[in-house]
């Protein structure tokens, strides 16, 4: 009856917890299967080991489970709710390592970026001459097809000139021709009046007597 009665004191006194705690960094500690040193050793708990908490008795004890399931009473003053330096350190400097990549990385891209820009801004200085040289193509282009047209007016304007001049040298050649005509009845009529002026001529002096002169 005795051994009931401190049982249930041990069980009313102990109080359950649904925590984490840590082998704290000051020391090596047991894992046993009781409360007490006189119990077996399960197995030995490096500090920064981390704990889930079962419960906790007033004698100093907590029952724990390791992460593998393996569960056993270590002593509570050897507990603490955070894990070790060197636990935190490790995390840090994992951290780290976690940030500097991703600043490697970022940087990376950066370079990345800035060096498709460079690529970008030859391509656009490239395009840029390129669009210029195709204006002035263009410009050329625009004055060769050009030519054509002016050079149409220009056959165009001289034909209506040749067609002009084809007239006003008609008209100079019938004038030459109306001249020429007109000289040539002057020059008829000239002849014919000399001729009739000297058969008249021929007509009248054989009839003309002339008188001899008187002699003294």
């Known amino acids: 009856m005795k051994h009931l009665i401190i ?7 102990s109080t359950a917890y649904a925590e984490t705690q840590y082998v704290s960094d000051k020391l090596r500690i047991t894992l046993r299967t009781g409360q007490g040193t006189q119990f077996q050793i399960i197995r030995a708990l490096e500090s920064g080991t981390k704990l889930e908490v079962i419960e906790q008795t007033e004698n100093g004890y907590t029952h724990v489970k390791t992460e593998d399931g393996t569960e056993g009473w270590v002593r509570s003053q050897y507990l603490i709710p955070e894990p070790i330096a060197a636990d935190k350190l490790a995390r840090a400097e994992k951290q780290l390592e976690k940030y500097k990549a991703q600043l490697a990385a970022v940087k990376k891209e950066r370079n990345e970026l800035r060096k498709e820009k460079k690529e970008l801004s030859n391509s ?7 669009s210029s040289s195709l204006e002035a193509e263009l410009a050329r282009l625009s004055k060769v097809a050009a030519k054509p047209i002016l050079l149409d ?5 001289l034909q209506q000139e040749n067609v002009k001049l084809e007239k006003d040298l008609q ?6 021709q ?15 009046a000399v001729l009739l002026g000297g058969i008249l001529l021929g007509l009248v002096i054989p009839k003309i007597r002339f008188k001899p002169k008187s002699t003294w």
């Open 178 to 192: 109306v001249l020429k005509d007109q000289a040539n009845r002057e020059w008829f009529i000239a002849g014919a």
């Open 124 to 130: 656009k200085n490239s395009l840029t001459a390129k």
């Open 7 to 13: 049982i249930f004191l041990l069980i009313t006194s």
């Open 171 to 176: 008209m100079i050649h019938q004038e030459n």
């Open 153 to 157: 007016k220009e056959n165009r304007n």
